[in-house]
């Protein structure tokens, strides 16, 4: 059974720094694409981070030169370091795992990320 469990969310002051794990079990990252993305209260689920291995990684505008995704394959786990965090990064994060080869998709079940001003 594949499973992705996020950790590392919280309470931080503006201009503080996160960083998201996100660790993948039954499976490997091979022909997948990998993603972080959030949602606020009230709001859509939207793209964070974006990495394909053969198209690069793709930032939301809102994020560029804040945050970068990483991937560490001898431990199963996807990072999400976000510096510079603002209150307008407050939402719920999920990571995303895509198959390139099949329409299979994960999601974990998603970790809290506050921002006090």
């Known amino acids: 059974q594949v499973q992705l469990v996020e950790s590392g969310g919280g309470l931080v002051q503006a201009g503080g720094s996160l960083r998201l794990s996100c660790l993948l079990s039954?499976?490997?990252?091979?022909?997948?694409?990998i993603g972080w993305h959030r949602q606020a209260p009230g709001k859509q689920r939207e793209l964070v981070a974006l990495?394909?291995?053969?198209?690069?990684?793709v930032y939301a505008d809102s994020v560029k030169g804040r945050f970068t995704i990483s991937k560490d394959n001898s431990k199963n786990t996807i990072y999400l370091q976000m510096n510079s965090l603002k209150p307008e990064d407050t939402a719920v994060y999920y990571c995303?795992?895509?198959?390139?080869?099949?329409?299979?998709?994960?999601w974990g079940q998603g970790t809290q990320v506050t921002v006090s001003s």
């Open positions: 995303n795992v895509r198959s390139l080869i099949s329409p299979l998709s994960y």
């Open positions: 039954g499976s490997t990252f091979t022909n997948k694409n």
């Open positions: 990495k394909n291995g053969s198209t690069g990684t």
